[in-house]
């Protein structure tokens, strides 16, 4: 089928970008978003272009590597699915596709479709870890852990670190992915003993990175390829306000 | 390396400055203010049974004395406290995204994303505008007096009956309602998923009461001015 | 050279703990003295930099992808092996290791698989301390599978996302120590060479991806945790950013590699569905637990599969292995798809795949029961093919996953170059010629948590730390050798992409040195590949430019070496005249078309030496094997 693209273009990160736009017409149906972006990429190639760069890796919805705002939704139009995960089938022959970086402060372009995430690398080093060195962990059977609380502990910590959460919310906040990390350890026995601390550094941190508040536009749940839920935000600021008052 | 901000940080600053902080000062305050309103709007309507009844409802308040200056202090402390933080949130998140996106829409449900939870600083503003008109308006409107049972008091009827004669002031206030119910639509539930109050199973019920508040407000503050206008209201 | 694996003396059982009594000790006070620099950060390289920078070394750690989380570990789906006996169904220390070296169709080193098997159970607990949510049973307490066709229920997980939440523990830990300044974090660099100085490994120079500056990083010693090498396929379940670069730059500085043709094709893959295919995807190999494979009876039986009744169906592996039936090990259940689709008899429109059926199993379970054990396998099938494997039998294919080949390390995990260590996938240590499921991240992690604090102290207290600059000429040199292969790139003639020779070096290798391999076929894989390797340094076509974010360069660097390394697999799939685990030489098979070892001739580890403009030299470690007594695997 036939495609046209919008691609924001951008040399570097103090350079102001612009949209090219380019036509495809041999896409098939089974591909993926990104196997499309490869074949754009070898037809610049071959005209002496330079190639839109944009960041993958897995290829398969885990590594939160893969970043595209398509058509204004992180991820594209597909629930729970990675811009990698996404197919060619899910538009139409002469569909025009608008796509754009992530866009926050606390993102800045590095070059085309690839951002700076490393701010969530600093709000998980600011707090979002258990204190254990190696070799001083107890059996692991020690503390028996309900089922449920360890599924729910899951469903947080499937967290994927992709940005989408921050790309779509209307404030560019991260509370969804600190809500996450916040909530994965609070729900465990494990997370116990720093819980305050951890809460507040986090959110400070994400505070210091520039991120905006929340104001619960729920956008983020809706984007996020593992579905994380917003009753991760819930439980960050229960959290938080319980570290602050005792 | 980065320093431990926390332990010392104070509980104060958290409370007026931290991301979650600041939310869950909005959602108190505003949970605060739609209580407010929702007995304004349930004074309001004793206009239907009588202008008597609702002046006697008016002199009641007033004749509370020192614990009306204490509710009215309230009052006043969480508009401005709601109205800054909301406006700290907004600007923040201006400066959270200096560049936005040439195009953008939302991906639907589970979203909660809508009209309303968009236009929560535009709604907000026009309603902190209409505050001090209305206050200039009523609260310190003209001045007149009525005898209900042999006790004087201020004729607030009267006054009421007056103003909403003018299609401006009708209008207009039925237009600012209009915008309250917007506000309340994403703001009733929204304030309890400010205060951590809400999970998945929740949060639709409370949505959904937050959708019914919202109407009744807006609805039972409005019928006054146009039942007034168009019937010219109690004689 | 002769390759000492310095194994401890003393019986199996107690050789680690002898060992750990008689180590040398670096002294508190002078571990932040030692800058180590880890290159890599998956399960291996995580665990090993959080673990040093706990003990107090001052660790430098670097990756190629924008954060340490992304590391390819993170895709591991299935679960991590450990002995903890849980279930009480008679796992040990003793089968655990017992089944790995079996499973390796006895290609490894017994005193490295017998470590990791004792230190599989604090691996556990670690993780389950660190927060990572393992599946647990009602009683609250940890919950197991069995995996892969093991006959104990062994494998702990995390739904699917076992690697996801093992990476995020030794990421959490490491992220730990970034915030008490033990570790330096550099991400977005990746390692183009390494700097020996005096013979020992003292750096590493890198490329700067967002800025294209190459870097000098100095330190005293270098662990290299960089993972497998898989993507020389071109199409592998592997990331996209996986390669061979450091291991194989390694390599050229004198680090012996060991046993490049033990690769391992995992059975269950979704197949490719058209040329502009970037990567394969994995499901589960739970799968055939109750999944029956099957192919039409007729080479050119074109009906959709719903249409074929079960007369004209070849359940091939069932047929065959009537004891293991569709849950026979992976590099069997592989070949035999390979057979049946060279037959002409396989389907889709490729004709490069094999059915896995649901049907019956619906049928006696109920779809409720399926949904719950497969549903998101299903579903994740479904978004990538668009069909409903509820209602059509899957189409599956094999696909290359993991490279049980390596570095070659001792027992202390060091390669021939003192000072160089590799870790996890990089290496060759403990899987033989084939590794069972569920291994890999056991390993990474044994060697990451557990055993290079202890070997690497060994090595550091025997040197005093500091005495090296990279200002040393030996810095220049390598700086300069690689910002001269970089220029090279740029000079080709451009006519044809990266992108095109790696696709093109994938199908050499996949036909010649993957499920089956013959003489002829690897001696003409070796001169293609020679001829390739000519036409891509005249001829490639690189865009863009060096200092800026070019991931077009980086591949470029990365398939210029996948090229050497795919010339040496096929020599090493050569040299060695038999079939074991995975290399199966079509020359050497039992008359029913089984893998034929031959121990007499064959049972050591091929490590091969890099020479500068001549083939590379074989050096080879026997193996000795005094606790196990070598068997024939048979599956019938
Ligand atoms: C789809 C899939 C599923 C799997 N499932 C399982 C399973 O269920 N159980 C199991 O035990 N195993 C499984 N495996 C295998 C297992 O995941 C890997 O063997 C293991 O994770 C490798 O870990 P590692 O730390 O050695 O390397 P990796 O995780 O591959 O990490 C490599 C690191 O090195 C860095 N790097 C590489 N080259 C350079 C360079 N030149 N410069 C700088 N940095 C560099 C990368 O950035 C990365 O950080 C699976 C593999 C795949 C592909
Ligand atoms: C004085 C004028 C007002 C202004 C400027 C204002 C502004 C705002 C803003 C900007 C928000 C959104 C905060 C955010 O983005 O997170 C908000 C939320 C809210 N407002 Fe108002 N508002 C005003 C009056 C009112 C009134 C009169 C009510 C009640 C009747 C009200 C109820 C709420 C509620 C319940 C919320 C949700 C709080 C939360 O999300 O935590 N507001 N307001
Ligand atoms: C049709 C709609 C409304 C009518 C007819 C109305 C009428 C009045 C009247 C008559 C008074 C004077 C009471 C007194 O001085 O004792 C008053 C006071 C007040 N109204 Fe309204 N009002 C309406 C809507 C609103 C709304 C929507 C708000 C809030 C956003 C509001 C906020 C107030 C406040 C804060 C006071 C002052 C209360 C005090 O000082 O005790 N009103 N209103
Ligand atoms: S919360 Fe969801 S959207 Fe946000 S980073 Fe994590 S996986 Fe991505
Ligand atoms: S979209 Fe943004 S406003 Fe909050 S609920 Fe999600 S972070
Ligand atoms: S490339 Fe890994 S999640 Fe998309």
Redesign the pocket.
Known sequence: MRIQLNVWRQAGPSVPGQFETYSLDDVSQDMSFLEMFDLLNEKLIKEGKEPVEFDHDCREGICGSCNMMINGQAHGPRARTATCQLHMREFKNGDTIDVEPWRAEAFPVIRDLVVDRSAFDRIIEAGGYVSINTGSAPDANTIPIEKDKAEAAFDYAACIGCGACVAACPNASASLFVGAKVSHLALLPQGEPERKRRVIQMVGQMEKEGFGDCSNHGECEAVCPKGISIAGIAMMRREYMKAIMG | MKTDTVQKASAIRSLFSSPVGKKVLTGITGLGLTLFVLMHVSGNLSYFKSSDAYNTYSHFLLSLGPLLYAVELGLVAFFAVHAVQGIRIFLGKRKARAHGYKTYASKGKPSMQSLSSRSMIVTGILLLLFLLIHLKTFKYGAYYETIVDGVPMRDLARLLTETFQSPFYTFGYVAIMVLLGIHLRHGFWSAFQSLGAMNPRLTPVVYGLGVAIALIVAVGFLVLPLWIFFTGGNA | MTLDAKIPAGPLESKWNQYLKNIKLVSPNNKRKYTVIV???????ASAAATLAELGYNVKA????DS?RR???I??????NAAKNYPGDGDSVWRLFYDTIKGGDYRSREANVYRLAQISNNIIDQCVAQGVPFAREYGGLLSNRSFGGAQVSRTFYARGQ??QQLLLGAYSALSRQVEAGTVTMMPR???LDLVVVDGRARGII?RNLVTGKLERHHGDAVLL????YGNVYYLS??AK???V??AWRCYKRGALFANPCFTQIHPTCIPVSGDYQSKLT?MSESLRNDGRVWVPKNAGDKRPPLQIPDEDRDYYLEKKYPSFGNLVPRDVASRNAKQVCDEGRGVGTTQLSVYLDFRDAIKRLGRDTIAARYGNLFEMYERITDENPYEVPMRIYPAV??TMGGLWVDYNLMTTVPGLFA????NFSDHGANRL??????Q?LADGYFIIPYTLGQYLAGSAAGGVSPNDAAFAEAETSSAEMIDRLFSGRKKRTVLEFHRDLGRIVWDNVGMSRTREGLTSAIDEIAAMRASFWNDVSLPGRQDTLNKNLEFAGRVADFMELGELMARDALQREESCGGHFREEYQTPEGEALRNDDDFAYAAAWQHQAGAPAVLHKEDLAFENVSLSQRSYK
């Open positions: 290159v890599g950060t998956g399960l291996a390289g670097l990756c190629i992808q340490a590391a390819h570990s895709a591991a789906q299935g679960g991590i076992t690697g660099q990746e390692m890198t945790c960089t993972g497998g379940t592997n950013n996986s390669n670069t450091a994995l996953h993991y870790l996890g996938e990089c499921g569920a291994s890999a991240l056991m990474g």
